[in-house]
């Protein structure tokens, strides 16, 4: 039975939700630091600050999910546009046409700015509430689906309503807006502007925004708490998991079992998949791809169980792939391939901090490797590939030929059999083409993208 706390797990998981929002690693740990320090001060009880505890941790579960609206509204990186969006008052309107100037269109020639601008100012209010309703109506699902309580969920969907009414989804004031979710919502733009300069900055923003964006109750809490608080320093801590730890309520810690682990996997591949209207489920789809492999190489149930978490999660690294990237529907420039190189350097850095997903982390950031050792992003040889990983690599071509991209549509079944054939004993394992070549030909089915 597997012992490792919830939180644990999340606390290090979440570090791929930062880099899609465009945030320094540790944002959301870090936020949960300064929602906790808080809720210690409001003397919340044991289960009030579990709930809070989990909404801050997960407070960004949805944040993929708009990402390809926002790359096409503004049309450039969709992190740097979300970063920006928080650096900002985009309540007052000199902000917020300094920030559209800045994030729409950026090193586009005038006249696609200038169309590109238009294009935003017609959209308006009804865009920025989409964007905002997407990621937390999809942010509470997720957490949900994870088993967290309600009003957790509950905190995560409302995290962006503001105090005086003028936030979204639904333009929720002063009461009408959840504790917990008024919480959130100053813990995570007193974590960025702490990044950007520190307590001061942090409380500043606070006292800035009172009794607009931010409960004055809250903020009157902060200012109390005040810049020489042991809670900076645990911010700048290099053991954010062991700050972290200590912040939970520990006789409502949570066991991370076999079954919350699957869930978990499930939960962030959905997380990754959602990034990209044209890679949907394909996480799902490898990981059903490598199970039926694994069964016809006669893989130990335990291996199983293993491949199917790292296959669900070998693309958690695309989540630093900007979508203008992702859904271009023309050739990748060298600068671009650049970028979509890392993510499996990512995908590594983030699975090797969990302790449970740790085992695993080196073979799912191996998928785009080749038996040649002319794969990306390490460029090693088959004696370093695992069959996990020979079978991982396969399966995530098989799928990605199956299905539609921005540059081409999905390609048939013989049409796929034959490139991956072609790549046998060179880019593929012979002993996993042969197993897929002998699934395919019994019952396709199990194969073919839904």
Known sequence: MTTVKLSTVLSAMSYALDLTEGQPQGHASRSCLIGM??????????????????????????CSSNAARVSQLFGGDDQDAKRGLWERDWRKWGEKIRYALEYTEPGGSLIER????????????SSQRELFEIRCDRG???????????????????????????????????EQIPLYARIVGLAQVAEIYWGM?????????????????FDPELVKVMLSVGASDRLWSDLDSPSLPDAIASAEPIERAIPADETRLDKIAHAFALVVDAKSNFTYHHSDRVAAICDALAAELGLPDEQRVRLRRAALLHDIGKLSV????????????????????????????????????????????CHHERLDGRG?????????????????????????????????????????????????GTAHCPVTVDALFAIASRDSRRLIAS
């Open 37 to 62: 320090r808080i809720a210690e001060e409001l003397q919340l009880t044991a289960d009030e600050r579990s709930d809070l505890f989990y909404a801050l941790l997960m407070k960004d579960a949805g």
């Open 376 to 424: 990306y992003y390490r460029g090693v040889s088959g004696d370093r590939l695992s069959t996990q990983a020979r079978i991982m690599a396969t399966a995530d071509v098989f799928d990605a030929l199956s299905a539609a991209r921005p540059y081409r549509g999905p390609m048939p079944l013989d049409q796929v059999l034959k490139v991956i054939g072609e790549g046998r």
């Open 114 to 125: 200038a169309r590109r601008f238009v294009t935003l100012a017609i959209a308006g209010p």
């Open 197 to 213: 300069g520190g307590p001061q900055a942090a409380i500043g923003v606070a006292r800035d925004r009172r009794s607009r964006w």
């Open 140 to 174: 509470a699902n997720i957490a949900r689906a994870l088993g967290a309580s309600e009003p957790t969920a509950v905190a995560i969907r409302c995290m962006d309503e503001h105090w005086d009414g003028g936030g979204y989804p639904e333009g929720l004031r002063k």
């Open 322 to 365: 900007p979508n203008r990237i992702l859904d271009k529907p023309g050739k990748l420039d060298a600068d671009e391939w650049t970028v979509v190189k890392q993510h499996p350097y990512f995908t590594y850095e983030i699975l090797a901090r969990v302790p449970v997903f740790s085992d695993f982390a080196y073979d799912a950031s």
